[in-house]
């Protein structure tokens, strides 16, 4: 039954990510230089939703100058949801460099669901790579 929960959770979390990409606003009006910079600092906040909500944005924005900060979140002193929204956004943006970082941190997570939802991104990601 936990492993039946373990799967449900990480199938939905995943779905709900994929599902819930919007498409890229082009405004040209919109300064990305600076909107990259301010949700690099939010990377750094102490709330956690904070770090999730930044992370989901760089990954729906695709701003590639932001793996170096993203990296640290999948270190095992952080809450769940930011070591997923944080590979999610490596995955994404990061190239091979954010793929390794996830697979590095798949090494050394402890925690089950964590686990699972790494595995589940690698996949599908190496997947879409391929078609």
Not at 92 to 101: L, N, P, S, V
Request: glycine share 6%; proline share 2%.
């Amino acid at each position: 039954m936990k492993k039946l929960s373990v799967l449900f959770v990480v199938f939905f979390g995943v779905s709900y990510l994929f599902a819930s990409t919007p498409k890229i606003d082009t405004n040209e009006s919109v300064n990305w230089t600076k909107a990259e910079q301010n949700y690099k600092a939010n990377l750094k906040s102490d709330n956690n939703g904070v770090i999730t909500s930044a992370a989901n944005y760089i990954r729906k924005y695709k701003l590639s100058g932001a793996v170096e900060e993203l990296k640290p979140l999948l270190k095992k002193n952080n809450a769940d949801n930011v070591k997923m929204s944080g590979a999610l956004a490596l995955l994404t943006i990061g190239g091979a460099e954010g793929r390794t970082a996830v697979e590095t941190a798949l090494e050394t997570e402890e925690n089950e669901l964590v686990v699972e939802f790494y595995r589940s991104i690698l996949h599908t990601t190496l997947a879409t790579q391929l078609e």
